[in-house]
């Protein structure tokens, strides 16, 4: 069975970057298939970023320009760099793999003075 667990939150503040990673294990990795989602106190949880078939990548209007989502094939690895940081940007951020429907734990990611 698969797993993805994730790294690299932390406490910034706005304007600051971070740089998150996904590993994935236990499973063919598929990047097109995996994705970034968020989820702030009191809020549903919201697409970030993803990979998609063909090369494609698709980026929530909020973090267009912010943010880049990379791979690392040979590492089975996603990365979510995230630049220009703001405070509602402040949520717990979670790897996703949509082919297999599996979600990492989670890292916190608090954007604040």
């Known amino acids: 069975q698969g797993q993805l667990v994730e790294s690299g939150g932390g406490l910034v503040q706005p304007g600051g970057s971070l740089r998150l990673s996904c590993v994935a294990s236990g499973s063919i990795f598929r990047a097109y298939g995996m994705g970034w989602y968020r989820q702030a106190p009191g809020k549903q949880r919201e697409l970030v970023a993803r990979?998609?078939?063909?090369?494609?990548?698709y980026y929530a209007d909020s973090v267009q320009g912010r943010f880049t989502i990379s791979r690392d094939n040979a590492k089975s690895t996603i990365y979510l760099q995230m630049n220009s940081l703001e405070p509602e940007d402040t949520a717990v951020y979670y790897c996703?793999?949509?082919?297999?429907?599996?979600w990492g734990q989670g890292t916190q990611v608090t954007v604040s003075s």
């Open positions: 996703n793999d949509r082919l297999t429907d599996l």
């Open positions: 990979f998609s078939t063909g090369g494609a990548i």
